[in-house]
C-alpha cells in the first residue's frame, strides 16, 4: 500500500513489475510492529498501578519502540527517495490516488513527528533515556520545563490519537483492495 508517495518514479529493475524491493518491506513490516509495541505499551501502561515496576517497563517499552521507529524511519526514507516505489495500479482513479498519496504522506509526517515529540516531552520532563546494558544517555535536546513538557505532550497524544485513524484507514483501503477490488495492492507488500 506504500505506492502513493514517489520520489522517484522506477522501482527495481530486477523485480516483478509493481512490486516492492525487499528491503523496502522490511522497512514497512519492521516500523509496523514497532508502531504496534509502542501502542500497545502506553495503552497497557494506564491499567497498571501508578508507581509500579510494571508501569515503569511499559513506559520503557513504548519510549524505545518510538525511537526504534525513528531510527528505522531516516533509512525507509532514503530508500524510498533513492530507489522509488512501484507505480500506480492499472485501473485506480486519480481520487484513490490522491487519496492515497495524502494518507502515505500523513504517515510519514507522524513517524517522524511523533518519536521526535515523545522525545522532546521525555527530555522537558527531565527524563534521560539510557541504552540498556550500556548506561550510555542519548543527548538532551531541551532543558527541563514543566509547561513546555505539558504542551509537547499534550501534541504527541494528539498526534498519536489521530494516528490510530490514519493507520486504520491505511489498513482498511489495503483490505478493501485486496478483498473487494481484488487487486495486488497489498500482495506486492508481502
Known sequence: MDNAIKFRSRGSQRLPAGRYAPPAIFFHWA???????????????????????????????????????LVLAVPRLLWRWIKGAPGALPGQGWLVRALSAAVHLLLYVFLFAQPVLGYLALNAGG?????????????QFIGKDVEVRRSIKEIHETLGNAFYWVIGLHALAALWHHYFRRDETLRRML
Open 31 to 69: 516500523v509496523a510492529l514497532l508502531i504496534a509495541i509502542a501502542y500497545a505499551a502506553v495503552i497497557t501502561k494506564g491499567y497498571l498501578p501508578k508507581g509500579s515496576v510494571e508501569r515503569a517497563s511499559s513506559m520503557t517499552i513504548h519510549e524505545w519502540a518510538g525511537v526504534a521507529v
Open 127 to 139: 527524563h534521560v533515556l539510557t541504552i540498556p546494558g550500556l548506561d550510555i544517555a542519548l543527548p
